[in-house]
């Protein structure tokens, strides 16, 4: 079982930038994929980026891709995603998970999850 808890997330303007954080701790986190979603209010949670275990590979939401980027550090046990030029609709809960498998890039199966931080951007 692996734990993860964000950070980083807060209130910024339309094009500024955060950068967020998800400590992992308990089981190897250099044996997970990771992921980054979000939850608008009064809407489903959907996948924003993926990164696999090595940090090698990548994948984007096409509403993200360009602005945001996802990256690792295995030594730190950390994951993050920058996010530059924020527009008002990237408002959302963010979450981290973890996925042991291969299919990480779909944004389904994954099984820990973290508590969630609350990104805001105004316009």
């Known amino acids: 079982q692996v734990h993860l808890v964000e950070s980083g997330g807060g209130l910024v303007q339309a094009g500024g930038s955060l950068r967020l954080s998800c400590a992992a701790s308990?089981?190897?986190?250099?044996?997970?994929?990771m992921g980054w979603f979000r939850q608008a209010p009064g809407k489903e949670r959907e996948f924003v980026a993926a990164?696999?275990?090595?940090?090698?590979?990548?994948y984007y939401a096409g509403s993200v891709k360009g602005r945001f980027t996802i990256s690792r550090d295995n030594a730190k046990n950390t994951l993050y995603l920058q996010m530059n030029s924020l527009k008002p609709e990237d408002t959302a809960v963010y979450y981290c998970?973890?996925?042991?498998?291969?299919?990480?890039?779909?944004?389904?199966?994954?099984?820990?999850w973290g508590q969630g931080t609350q990104v805001t951007v105004s316009s």
């Open positions: 990164i696999s275990w090595s940090g090698g590979s990548t």
């Open positions: 308990g089981r190897t986190f250099s044996s997970y994929a």
């Open positions: 998970a973890a996925h042991s498998g291969s299919a990480y890039y779909t944004g389904m199966g994954y099984s820990y």
